[in-house]
């Protein structure tokens, strides 16, 4: 029995690659490689694509092992595994179709954040710096002598800090209640 080189190459794609990729792309239908980051996308989603292939791989053979009567027996005359893996491949790349991932200009996604608001991950950053420069003002104030100069500044400095955040927590928390 000789081994073709074409099945050997199509047999690893299906089973390292193409399922994955095709879930990726109905997953994530906006993701392009194109632009500036494009090398990073494009490393996202071969990860991603052969994460999820090797995932799908083991969970259909762990599956077909426990399924099966006399448990799941890989032959070269009896490709089950590939069948089911060329199942999955293809439904995910219907849906990945409709949903618009083949197409040139992708989907429309989530609209964008206003202008001069902060994003959710921005408002963290500006609590968490807040809170930096309130421990770093009251260890200042901790060392300062009572009654200075120093120590009426840093009271101010330190009420300035807290006003900003209990600002920007009740802007957040408006945003959220409307």
Do not use: C
Not at 111 to 121: D, F, I, M, S
Not at 134 to 156: F, M, P, Q
């Amino acid at each position: 029995m000789s081994v073709n080189l074409a099945e050997v190459v199509a047999g690893l794609l299906l089973l390292f690659f193409v399922p994955g990729y095709a879930i990726t792309k109905a997953t994530f239908p906006e993701w392009r490689v194109r632009g500036p980051a494009a090398t990073l996308r494009l490393l996202e989603i071969a990860t991603l694509s052969f994460v999820t292939s090797l995932v799908l791989a083991v969970l259909i053979g762990y599956l077909l092992l426990v399924a099966g009567p006399a448990g799941f027996q890989a032959y070269w005359t009896d490709p089950l595994l590939e069948a089911i893996l060329a199942g999955i491949t293809a439904v995910a790349f219907g849906l990945g179709w409709y949903r618009g991932a083949y197409r040139r200009t992708p989907p429309t996604g989530p609209p964008p954040e206003p202008a001069g608001e902060l994003g959710a991950w921005d408002f963290v950053e500006e609590l968490d710096r807040l809170r930096r420069a309130e421990r770093r003002v009251r260890h200042d104030l901790r060392r300062a002598a009572t009654g200075s100069t120093d120590s009426a500044r840093l009271r101010s400095e330190l009420e300035g800090i807290l006003s900003e955040a209990a600002e920007l927590r009740s802007k957040r928390e408006a945003e959220y209640g409307t």
